[in-house]
C-alpha cells in the first residue's frame, strides 16, 4: 500500500468514526452523503450507527438499501453488491473480500447472520492455516429472498429467487427458487405456495 493510499485509508477511517456514532434521520443523512464519495456506487442508502466499511470502492449499493447497526461489510480484493431495498438487520456480517457477494433487490437479511465469500486454505500442514491465503468464492442472494437471524451462508452458493432460510440455517448448497430450508447443513423443509390451490 503507498503512502498516498495509507493516508486516504486513515482519512476515511476518522470520516467514518465522525459519522458513525450520530443517531437520528440527521445521522442517517450525514453517513449517506459523506460516504457517497468513498463508495463505488451508492444510490439512497440508510446506514445506522456503528457500521463498518472496508474496501469501500469496491461496494456498489442501490437505491433504498437499509443497512442496520453494528453491521460489518467487507470488499478488498472483491466485490459487494445490494440490490434495490436490500436490508441488512444488526449486526450482520458480509464478508466479500478476496471473493463476490450479490444480493438481490427486495432481499431481506436478519441479525446476526455472516455472509462469507472466501475460505482459508487449508492444503498445507506445514504451514499455519492464517499463512496459507484464501480461496476465493461467490454469493449470489436472488430477489426477494427472506434470510432468517443468525445464518451461516458460505462461499460458492446461489439462493434461488423468493427462497426461506429458516433461523439458524447454514448453508452450504444452492437453494433452489421459492424452497424453504433449514437446519446445520440446511436442506430443503418445504415449498412457497405448495399448498395453494390454482
Not at 456514532?21 to 463508495?39: E, M, Q, S, Y
Amino acid at each position: 500500500m503507498s503512502g498516498l493510499e495509507r493516508l486516504r485509508a486513515a482519512c476515511l477511517e476518522l470520516w467514518v468514526a465522525l459519522l458513525g456514532w450520530i443517531p437520528t434521520p440527521v445521522g442517517i443523512a450525514l453517513r449517506c452523503l459523506g460516504l457517497k464519495p468513498f463508495l463505488g456506487r451508492c444510490g439512497s442508502v440508510r446506514l445506522a450507527t456503528g457500521v463498518e466499511l472496508l474496501g469501500m470502492r469496491n461496494m456498489h449499493l442501490a437505491d433504498g438499501v437499509r443497512i442496520g447497526r453494528h453491521c460489518i461489510l467487507t470488499a478488498q480484493n472483491g466485490s459487494l453488491v445490494m440490490g434495490e431495498r436490500a436490508a441488512l438487520s444488526a449486526n450482520v456480517h458480509v464478508g466479500a473480500d478476496d471473493g463476490v457477494i450479490t444480493i438481490g433487490p427486495r432481499t431481506a437479511i436478519g441479525t446476526g447472520t455472516v455472509l462469507r465469500a472466501a475460505n482459508h486454505c487449508i492444503d498445507r500442514t506445514d504451514i499455519p492455516m492464517m499463512d496459507q491465503g484464501h480461496v476465493p468464492g461467490e454469493i449470489h442472494i436472488e430477489e426477494d429472498v427472506w434470510i432468517g437471524a443468525n445464518c451461516v451462508i458460505t462461499a460458492d452458493v446461489r439462493i434461488g429467487r423468493g427462497a426461506v432460510v429458516g433461523a439458524g440455517a447454514v448453508v452450504t448448497h444452492d437453494v433452489a427458487p421459492y424452497a424453504i430450508v433449514g437446519g446445520v447443513p440446511a436442506r430443503v423443509i418445504g415449498i412457497r405456495g405448495a399448498s395453494r390451490t390454482e
